[in-house]
């Protein structure tokens, strides 16, 4: 099982309220490999900054132009390591 990162993400990709971390996982055995996850930001009525993972409707279209551009980030970041090497 991969072990949870303590570290701070390779790369964020944020557009409007909708932001996506990418994450670099490393298991126990095997190579590393990315993951990402998907927070929408909102002000609570008290003024204050808050993380969600829900969200409606109007924001899947957001969610999507955020999940290709993170698809492709992983995409060149995979073939930039392989080049490397």
Do not use: C
């Amino acid at each position: 099982m991969a072990t949870k990162s303590k570290n701070p993400p390779l790369h964020k990709i944020r557009i409007g309220a909708i932001q996506a971390d990418i994450w670099e996982q490393t298991p126990e055995k095997g190579q590393p490999f990315l993951t990402v996850t998907f927070t929408r930001s909102y002000k609570t009525k008290s003024d204050e900054w808050k993380n969600g993972h829900s969200f409606s409707q109007e924001q899947m279209e957001t969610i999507m132009d955020v999940a290709l551009e993170a698809k492709e980030w992983m995409r060149q970041h995979r073939l930039s390591k392989a080049n490397a090497a």
